[in-house]
């Protein structure tokens, strides 16, 4: 049965993500502001949560509708079959978004839902289902825009980004969604090496060797909401999980990170080898001033401090630095930086090809490429 999907993702993956949907086989795919609308069955849905790199979360539509009133949100909220996903043991959550003059506080149409499907299953069975804000089965999220309102569930569960490989937790590490849509955007393809200079906790590098052995992301997740639902298909999901797997490959691509900090050098080394991929991803420790190229056509991808935790005079050093290095140890490389700090890029010296405008969780980023060339020829000029 063909179903309607929302895939959630980050400001500015949104191509990205209609890229990965349409090489995933979904239809009707269609870019929205953070999110992706497409079509599929149950197992499109599966797939996607298992095997999409850009996704935040994927939502179920069950129903799409007009009202007038609260009264007209509850009686069309309790005409949708709940029980083809729950009964009336199944634990379960309402998250409302509401935007609409019907309603004077956005929590109250919440509470409107609620009932309507409590008062589903009290009719049909004599018993309500329980509500569990933290840690319900079925999560339902509700969004009313002035008059139209839409009813779906969250597949997920909890978020896509947490991958289930960290072993390490660093200080404010890379979002692994944005980390993979960085790649992405990159152009990178694991055809050529890549190096991350300030690694951190190794997020990058870690989404990279996913990317470069075709590991499908879910991979290393010990749950997806849909598990909970009562049509959940166990062999379906098996069989979504085994095709994935299968198209895992062995990769010769070099991949390095470095940082100065000898503790991030450890985290990043823990997770790497959590997600099994020590084989292709080497880490030191080194100041960004030491690095050299390791090929005359790789990628340098990174996510520079932005300011926290350095005084002014040191983060402006550190970016003078960086366009330092590059400028004359990565000739005929590429080079993304992603940081909040947009002041700091001109400490850089580079014109960028290409900026993209992306959000690590609430902070405004750029993105910017760099071609890097002998010298300072008249393409950094310009």
């Not at 990965?20 to 599966?46: I, P, Q, T």
């Not at 009686?75 to 083809?84: D, L, V």
């Not at 983060?315 to 909040?340: C, E, M, P, V």
């Amino acid at each position: 049965m063909k179903m309607k999907f929302v895939a959630k993702t980050l400001y500015g993956l949104e191509n990205v993500l209609v890229a990965e949907m349409k090489a995933l086989g979904a239809s009707d795919v269609k870019s929205a502001n953070r999110a992706v609308l497409f079509s599929g069955n149950k197992e499109m849905m599966y797939k996607v949560n298992y095997c999409a790199r850009t996704a935040l979360s994927v939502l179920m539509t069950v129903a799409d509708f007009g009202i007038r009133s609260k009264e007209d949100l509850y009686k069309k909220t309790i005409e949708i079959a709940w029980s083809e996903f729950m009964d009336y043991n199944t634990t379960f959550a309402v998250v409302p978004v509401v935007n609409s003059k019907l309603f004077s506080h956005t929590g109250y149409p919440g509470l409107v839902v609620k009932d309507a499907v409590a008062d589903y299953f009290r009719k049909t069975t004599g018993k309500r289902p329980s509500v569990d804000t933290s840690d319900p089965a079925l999560v339902i999220n509700l969004h009313i825009s002035n008059e139209r309102v839409n009813i779906s569930l969250d597949s997920s569960g909890i978020p896509l980004f947490k991958r289930g490989y960290r072993a390490e937790q660093g200080i404010a590490p890379l979002n692994e969604v944005l980390a993979a849509g960085i790649l992405m955007l990159s152009g990178w393809n694991a055809s050529v090496s890549l190096l991350d200079p300030m690694c951190g906790s190794g997020t990058i590098l870690i989404e990279a060797g996913l990317m470069a052995k075709m590991i499908p992301p879910g991979k290393f997740r010990h749950f997806f909401g849909f598990t909970r639902w009562t049509d959940y298909d166990e062999n379906l999901f098996n069989k979504v999980r085994q095709e994935s797997e299968r198209k895992i490959i062995k990769s010769c691509v070099r991949i390095s990170g470095s940082d100065i900090s000898e503790l991030a050098v450890r985290q990043s080394a823990a997770n790497i080898d959590s997600a099994g991929l020590s084989d292709i991803i080497s880490v030191e420790v080194s100041d960004i001033k030491d690095i050299k190229s390791i090929d005359n056509d790789g990628y340098v991808i990174f996510n520079p401090p932005y300011g926290e935790r350095l005084i002014p005079e040191d983060i402006h050093k550190l970016y003078s630095d960086i366009g330092s290095t590059l400028k004359h140890n990565f000739a005929g490389n590429k080079a993304w930086i992603i940081t909040s700090g947009k002041e700091y890029l001109n400490d850089i010296g580079l014109k960028p090809k290409v900026k993209h405008v992306l959000f690590n969780g609430a902070l405004e980023c750029v993105l910017a490429g760099y071609e890097l060339y002998e010298g300072t020829k008249k393409h950094d000029k310009n």
